[in-house]
């Protein structure tokens, strides 16, 4: 699986993103950093395990030497996961060894994006929406529809209008809209142009 994204494109995003975030300060002092330190040898409510981590987007391993002391890695394969069928070969999985602290520079996009999720509404048109990911915690920000800066959700739909421009990742995120809409599963848009 190749992505037509650039690692120096990569790169720009990150930087873009480091220079906002969700809220003005640390949204993690709301919650313990409760999406970072899910995980590991944890339960949910229900006392069911769960290895809270992220899958990288095609192409943002690049980023990394797989060699972070503060990331575990698992490498797997689309074809057994509910990948768009595009996806075929690696994709990589990774955790926080460290939480709740870890090198926010160097944190994936996945992390930086959080509590929006790209959709494309029926119409085709991207928006930004609260994450509808079922999760082991309750984000505060997601829970109180906080209002999240304009410069986060500005630079947010930004870096989701040059990533879909990668036919996997346009996949990705078609896949998930579509099965948000044929689910039923109620989304609340946040930012589109």
């Known amino acids: 699986m190749k992505s037509i994204i650039k690692k120096k494109t990569y790169k720009a995003i990150y930087r873009l993103l480091d220079r906002v975030s969700p809220i003005k300060g640390d949204c993690g002092k709301l919650c313990g950093a409760a999406c ?14 769960y290895d809270l981590g992220i899958y990288l987007l095609p192409g943002e391993e690049k980023l990394f030497t797989m060699k972070e002391e503060w990331l575990k890695w698992s490498v797997e394969y689309a074809e057994d996961y509910d990948f768009p069928d595009s996806w075929f070969g690696k994709v990589y999985f990774v955790r926080c060894k460290t939480p709740p602290v870890c090198p926010r520079e160097s944190r994936p996009l996945q992390c930086r994006f959080f509590p929006l999720a790209p959709h494309f509404s029926p119409e085709g048109k991207l928006q930004l929406i609260w994450s509808t990911s079922e999760l082991p915690y309750t984000c505060p920000l997601i829970a109180e529809k906080t209002e999240l800066t304009r410069e986060f959700k500005k630079a947010t739909y930004t870096v ?3 990533l879909i421009k990668d036919p996997l990742i346009f996949d990705l995120v078609e ?15 946040i930012y589109q142009i």
């Open 160 to 162: 989701w209008k040059h």
């Open 36 to 49: 970072c330190t899910c995980g590991g040898d944890s339960t949910d409510e229900e006392g069911l395990d």
């Open 175 to 189: 896949m998930d809209s579509s099965d948000r809409e044929s689910m039923g599963i109620e989304y609340e848009v």
